[in-house]
């Protein structure tokens, strides 16, 4: 069976993100002063063939944690569709 798996990768919280803060500049540069904080990430979607939708998300898991984010800079969120 063929899973749909969303990987979310995003910056530690306590970490500083540069791109956020620019874009934040931005932001506020265009007069939209609502916005109190920004965070760029990544978003990546993989289609994971597997037997069960828990399978998928430990494949996604492993791939999260082997390459797809950094663990001294980056967290990231799995969801099975």
């Given at each position: 069976?063929?899973?749909?798996?969303?990987?979310?990768?995003?910056?530690?919280?306590?970490?500083?993100?540069?791109?956020?803060?620019?874009?934040?500049?931005?932001?506020?540069?265009l007069g939209i002063r609502s916005?109190s904080d920004v965070r760029i990430?990544?978003?990546?979607?993989?289609q994971i063939e597997a037997a069960?939708?828990?399978?998928?998300?430990?494949?996604?898991?492993?791939?999260?944690?082997?390459?797809?984010?950094?663990?001294?800079?980056?967290?990231?969120?799995?969801?099975?569709?």
């Amino acid at each position: 069976m063929t899973f749909s798996v969303q990987v979310k990768v995003m910056p530690l919280k306590e970490l500083l993100d540069p791109q956020g803060k620019a874009v934040m500049g931005g932001l506020q540069n265009l007069g939209i002063r609502s916005v109190s904080d920004v965070r760029i990430g990544k978003s990546i979607s993989l289609q994971i063939e597997a037997a069960t939708a828990e399978e998928a998300k430990s494949i996604a898991e492993e791939a999260g944690r082997k390459l797809l984010a950094n663990p001294v800079m980056e967290y990231f969120e799995i969801a099975v569709n």
